[in-house]
């Protein structure tokens, strides 16, 4: 092009940039100032509380989230129907150990999620405990047949940033690694840096190959104690566990949506997006009812300004990431089958915590694009935007090749709370969960307003 | 210099980065994984509580932070006299708003820092509210005098930075503009962001043309319930303000510091700090306890590991932060008076929060230097280091030229907390206090192998 045409367009881009500042100033305040995310998860967390798939909870909050949507202002909201596991655990879940001279103490403990359950009157063993998989198969078949595999591995303190990835790997595979060598039951140590008492499920998985065992976690205080009883005690301790889940046909549920609809490319789509669903130990205010209100005060404080997007912002709240992610795979089916165009996509499952970096997953020129935002960013404590994919719920949708990103907050309390009791409105800082939201409608704003290129 | 040594130079600083790495990998490790922070933090905060200056409390934790150090491994470990101010506030603080037909309902309020008291049975006086000094200057004398004023500037929410500096001047000074027109009293809401009962404290200044009078703080709670009242009721409202605390003359109290002698230069010295005294209605967790077992934890994890820093690494627990900063300028006039030379000095006061950033206050060259490094720090959350000047403990040892710093954490939460009977243990994360003094030890390490250059 010519010169005068690049100094044209620099000039406009500069012009521009000024304007992005102060609506991003604008959005900010909005949301900082009038922000409504607190008082929908209170909807979400004390009037309604858990919200596992298929569970009335999980219900109340698809009408209860649409509801938030029409309020604030999307110019559609709809539903978007999904079949989902339904797994329910009983009332009464049980573990005592039993040592020395038939002494007894009861350990906290609970169900990971989709486990079997014991006999109805439960059932007893004697514990082997390890500390990961390696020392399982060190013990081997005859060691470990009939007994109830301990797995003591700590979450590592000395990992930062990926501990998590680390621990989770008993959870998920404990119970089919102990169960191949003929174990009864599996208990993991819960995954988080706290020392607390309360169980943390999560999802576990069984392997058609292997004689499905029950799955429980028992919090790490228990497991302290556990441990040290084990190496302790004269006689082999024995735990005696009980637990009566059951499992229901899937259910109808709902992807939940608003939009803004874009005024100049209207088929253009950015999608932000939190899940719906929760595991039913606690409330999900971290995990993730902060996403989804997050997600729906993007679209509030935008529709309050009078902001009007280019392309069209999507809110997303995705039914069943925790045990399936039935939602996120039908809300990529729809679009591919609708030949619908993603641009641009965005979740926050990792806390209602203040953000520290929005990953960026797109091509090298888009990141780089996107990349030159920062400045504008991080007055809001958005302080990086390194190379890095999406979260669960997005996962799916890249195969229809739009740009995607991962809201990642400042997250060393997380686990604390994550897939417990603990996980309730009162540990969430509204301010912390505002200036979230506040990251994602910047970031979704500037998309709509720029594209993310090619 | 010939091209064969720049080579050699640039492949020895090639494996000096290697191996930088690996002592932050093993000092982060050694802190994450056996820091005794939380526990020096239990014992400043449990086993002896608030730490005014000249009161029991400081007294104790010079001793006990001497203690910590000792046994930390300093290789010296040496209190540095000082005179600080001792005011204490009475028992029985009382605030009573009396409205229409005489009806009473309490309020939350303290006295701020350094303030006089009211007369011993109370004084009581009808209230005028304002938002700030220009509409209290806009009422004039006429309608301040004899009254109280009560200044309800709330802590701007939309401002995600520097909140705390644009609120605090009306308690820093609202007592000698209300008292220039005739006021009788002041009452300032808190500085918080939260909407609690807490009321929180912190000094207070007069000036000596004016005649000081009594100053307190409020809750916001009670704010925005005085707010309301005063706007819906047909009469006046007043309140009843009682405090008697005392200022005695001053006492002689200490900086604890302990040394790790550098190997190499052990004239040259690196400071890490943090306050040793707090405010009386908390236990001083965060503020700034936290900023002093960082400080220990740099020097144990330094010494568990056997490291030899080459420049002198100096923990120093400064007294008298709050109100009257008479450590730190006692601090720097021992440096100046033994002509010592500091090269580094960085403090952490703004909470056991996760780092964020590191300011950089140094000449041009040496924050490019120190930036270079930002890689190395990063995993441990520094991400950032923009220029930036240091904390007030910091602040006078500047005359004497050395580069200096701030840490500064992710700080949404602290001023929920802040000066209040909130800043307690319980609300202090283990890790995150970790994390910050990880990121102490880091750059402490860094500056003492390599200097930080002119």
């Not at 490319?265 to 932000?272: A, C, G, L």
């Not at 990529?332 to 089958?337: F, I, L």
Request: glycine share 10%.
């Amino acid at each position: 092009m010519g010169l005068a045409m690049a100094v044209l367009m620099a000039a406009s881009g500069l012009q521009a940039h000024v304007n992005d500042t102060l609506i991003l100033q604008n959005l900010g305040s909005e949301i900082l100032k009038n922000s409504q995310a607190y008082a929908n998860l209170r909807v979400l967390t004390k009037d309604i509380g858990s919200r596992l798939s298929g569970g009335k909870g999980a219900a109340m909050a698809v009408a209860a989230t649409a509801a938030m949507l029409r309020k604030a202002g999307a110019d559609t909201v709809y539903t978007q129907p999904v079949m989902v596991p339904h797994w329910e655990r009983g009332p009464n879940e049980e573990g005592v150990a039993v040592f020395d001279d038939n002494q007894r103490q009861r350990i906290r403990v609970c169900l990971l999620g989709m486990s079997v359950g014991t006999p109805v009157n439960g059932l007893k063993g004697e514990v082997v405990m390890v500390r990961d998989f390696d020392e399982l198969q060190a013990l081997g078949k005859e060691k470990v047949t009939g007994k109830i595999v301990f797995i003591n591995y700590p979450m590592r303190p000395e990992l930062v940033q990926n501990g998590y990835g680390d621990a989770v790997r008993f959870r998920s595979s404990g119970p089919v690694e102990a169960g191949r060598l003929g174990a009864v039951a599996v208990v993991v140590r819960s995954v988080t840096h706290a020392l607390d008492t309360f169980p943390h499920t999560g999802t576990t998985r069984y392997d058609k190959e292997v004689t499905p065992i029950p799955a429980f976690a028992c919090s790490t205080v228990d497991a302290e104690w556990l441990s040290e009883k084990i190496k302790t005690q004269r006689q082999p301790v024995s735990l005696y566990l009980k637990a009566q889940p059951r499992s229901y046909p899937d259910v109808l549920s709902y992807n939940v949506i608003g939009e803004i609809r874009g005024s100049v490319y209207p088929d253009e789509i950015i999608t932000v997006g939190g899940h719906l669903d929760s595991w039913d130990l606690g409330e999900g205010a971290h995990d993730d009812g902060s996403g989804c209100v997050q997600s729906i005060e993007v679209i509030r404080a935008m529709k309050a300004l009078g902001l009007k997007p280019k392309r069209t912002i999507r809110a997303v709240m995705f039914m069943n990431e925790e045990n399936g992610l039935k939602g996120a795979l039908a809300y990529a089916d729809s679009a591919e089958s609708r030949k619908e165009k993603h641009v641009y996509a965005i979740e926050s499952d990792l806390g209602a915590f203040s953000p520290v970096y929005i990953t960026l997953g797109g091509t090298p020129t888009q990141n780089e694009r996107v990349r030159n935002w920062l400045p504008m960013l991080r007055p809001y404590w958005v302080l990086l935007m390194p190379d890095g994919g999406p979260g669960a719920d997005i996962g799916p949708l890249r195969r229809l090749g739009p740009m995607v990103s991962n809201m990642i907050p400042y997250s060393q309390r997380y686990f604390d709370y994550h897939h417990a009791a603990s996980d309730k409105l009162e540990v969430v800082n509204n301010r912390e969960l505002e200036l979230g939201a506040t990251a994602l409608a910047a970031i979704c704003w500037l998309t709509s307003e720029w594209g993310v290129g090619d």
